[in-house]
Each structure stands twice: as structure tokens, then as C-alpha cells.
């Protein structure tokens, strides 16, 4: 394996910030343009074979600079990438894997559930994405009002593409269990679904260069992250009835990751930090206060759009915009969907739009 040396060049003001984790492994924050989230942190693995990466930032000019700077200080030239492991289907993660991949002719893994999503979503129709997700807001009781600028929308045709529209289909898949293919690594796959259903986080074995108690590091993408806990709705798909349980995926994912007792985790965002099994145990306690939050509060029949306006969000629900009000009541639903798996809510007979009530 090559030393490189990380951080901010003298001679490349542009080359955002780089951190050197050890044992061949670095990071860079790739910028997300207009987005509180900042950057996506983009890791860089050396292997006997050449340096891969684990996701790759925001489809953008301004990304792709930083990338492609943020790898020129650390000595790497894009040409000289052999692969892409994409944690999961978002643009954030996955949004430049293409230009990689044209750039530097890697092939690029995802796990088949991501990479069925991709497929998808490349071949959806903007109208017809729209009617569903119209229908779908309409049955959790969203009023008129919010249903009225898609249905104008669609009416006049103008319709907003989708971000992840021209995203890259993966050519290899990642396999949940099995140690990567990767020359002079013992990095495996290991399947954490709930914040997408095919989200993996990627358990690097080998010792801690700096000895830490545990075992080995975890690229935890957007499953496990310091201080924010990541968006659970429900796994969008219209043409799957499925009834999915996204939330109680993502709870067993943490217990999965726990046991992993990794010495150290590299998030997706935000920094890199120790003691997973802590923030683990944080993150079950939030999800368990919120249900049993949301159960009180169905103590009155309510639809899924009722909850996702009682719940707390990071502001009042009459300043969440348009947009986010969708992603909220996903997140809604996603809480309905695990209440009544555990038999703590009940849908009301006869409703429509459907209301839930605790039990
Ligand atoms: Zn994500
Ligand atoms: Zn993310």
C-alpha cells in the first residue's frame, strides 16, 4: 500500500478538507450544494490492486471539483480508481458514481434491493411517479390543498425530474455476509436495510491502526451517524403491495451493527466516531420514546397526515415546505406501519382515507 499525505495542499486552494484515518484509509467531504447536511464524506480505501472508493458524492460540477481535488492532494488521479462500493441508492452517495466510472473505467457494487431501485427509477415515468405519489398522499389523508400543485403539475405536463433519474446502474452487486473482492483487504458486506432496503455498511477487519479496543472500523454510510438520526419512511415502489415494515428493519440493522463491536465508525456525514454500541443504544431509546409518543397521541383516531402534523419536527409543521411534508408523512406512515406490527395501533374499520387508533 502507497503513503499518501492528507490534508489541505498549499499549492491547491480549492482541495477540500482530507483526513488520513490510518491503515490506508481516508476520507474527503464532497460538498452538498444547498443542503444543511454540508458534504457527504467520501472514503478512500487503498488495496493491493489500487485505490476504491465507498461513495461518491452529489451529481454536481462543484462536487466532482472537490472530489476529484479532495483525491489530487492525497496523490490519487480519478484515472487511477478500481472501484465504487455505493452504501446505498441515494444521490448524496451515489450521485457521481457514473463519472467515476467513465473517468476511470471502475465497475461500481451496490446490494441488489439499492440497485433495484436505480433500475426503477431510471425507467419511471415522471406522470406516472406522480399519480402515485399523488394517490398515495390522498389515501394518508392529505388535504386538497397539498394534492392541488401535483395535480397541476401533471395536468400541464411541466413535471420536475427526479434526482437519481440518470443515476448509474451498478455492475456488481454486493453480497450481505460475504468478504469483498478486494486485493490485500478483509472488508465486509454487511446488510443493513431500513433507511433504503438495500443500505450496507461495509465492516473493515483489520486491526485498528491505532489499536482502539474493538474490532476493526465500519463504514456506516447513513445508518449510524454521530449526532443525526436518519430518515426512516416507507420503501417507495409502485409496482411492490409488500407490505414492508422500514422501521423495524432499521431498529434490527442497529442491533446487527452493535454486534459488530467495531472499534471505530466512519459515517457518510458528519465525523468519525467511537463506542458504536452507545450511539446505538441512543438511537433505540429515540425510536422508542417517539412510538410510544405517537401512540398517546393516537389515543384519537388519526390518518397518517394528521400524525405526520402532531409529530416533532425540526420546525412547525406550517413552515415545513411542500416537499418535506411528503417525506414527513412517509415517516409517519413508516411509525404506523411498526405500531401495528407490534399490535399497539389498529386502522379504524371503515375509515377512508384510513385513520388509526392505539390499542
Ligand atoms: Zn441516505
Ligand atoms: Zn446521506
Known amino acids: ?91 448524496d452517495h451515489h450521485g457521481l458514481s457514473g463519472q467515476v466510472r467513465e473517468a476511470s473505467g471502475a465497475w461500481i457494487a451496490m446490494h441488489a434491493a439499492d440497485a433495484e431501485v436505480v433500475r426503477r427509477t431510471r425507467g419511471a415515468e415522471p406522470g406516472v411517479w406522480l399519480d402515485y405519489l ?43 455476509g460475504d468478504l469483498l473482492p478486494l486485493a490485500g483487504r478483509a472488508l465486509r458486506a454487511i446488510w443493513t436495510p431500513g433507511h433504503t432496503p438495500g443500505h450496507v455498511c461495509l465492516h473493515l477487519e483489520e486491526t485498528h491502526p491505532a489499536n482502539l479496543p474493538g474490532r476493526g472500523r465500519l463504514f456506516s454510510g447513513d445508518h449510524l451517524l454521530p ?18 415494515d422500514p422501521l423495524g428493519d432499521y431498529l434490527s440493522s442497529l442491533e446487527r451493527v452493535a454486534r459488530l ?12 466516531f467511537t463506542n458504536p454500541r452507545e450511539r446505538v443504544t441512543e438511537l433505540l431509546a429515540h425510536h422508542e420514546a417517539r412510538l410510544t409518543g405517537l401512540r ?33 408523512v412517509s415517516e409517519a406512515e413508516a411509525h404506523l406501519r411498526r405500531l401495528v406490527k407490534l399490535g399497539h395501533a389498529e386502522p379504524v374499520p371503515g375509515s377512508d382515507p384510513v385513520a388509526y387508533t392505539a390499542r
Open 227 to 244: 449526532g443525526i438520526s436518519p430518515h426512516i419512511g416507507l420503501y417507495e415502489d409502485p409496482e411492490d403491495a409488500t407490505v414492508t
Open 261 to 272: 463491536d467495531a472499534a471505530e465508525v466512519l459515517p457518510a456525514h458528519q465525523h468519525a
Open 1 to 91: 500500500m502507497t503513503q499518501r499525505t492528507a490534508g489541505r495542499t498549499g499549492e491547491d486552494a480549492a482541495a477540500p478538507a482530507t483526513i488520513d484515518h490510518g491503515g490506508g484509509v481516508w476520507s474527503i467531504e464532497v460538498p452538498i450544494p444547498d443542503n444543511p447536511l454540508g458534504h457527504t464524506l467520501v472514503h478512500l480505501l487503498d488495496t493491493d490492486r489500487g485505490p476504491v472508493l465507498i461513495d461518491t458524492g452529489w451529481d454536481d460540477p462543484a462536487s466532482w471539483d472537490a472530489l476529484t481535488a479532495g483525491l489530487a492532494s492525497l496523490h490519487v488521479r480519478i484515472e487511477d480508481i478500481h472501484g465504487v462500493l455505493v452504501t446505498h441508492h441515494h444521490p
Open 296 to 328: 398517546a397521541l393516537l389515543a384519537t383516531p388519526l390518518t397518517p397526515w394528521q400524525l405526520a402534523e402532531r409529530m416533532e419536527w425540526n420546525r412547525p409543521w406550517d413552515r415545513i415546505p411542500h416537499g418535506s411534508r411528503n417525506i414527513a
Open 134 to 176: 399523488t394517490a398515495k398522499l390522498a389515501s394518508a389523508g392529505a388535504p386538497p390543498d397539498h394534492l392541488a400543485p401535483l395535480r397541476a403539475a401533471r395536468d400541464s405536463g411541466r413535471m420536475r425530474t427526479l434526482p437519481g433519474l440518470h443515476a448509474a446502474l451498478p455492475d456488481r452487486e454486493i453480497t450481505p
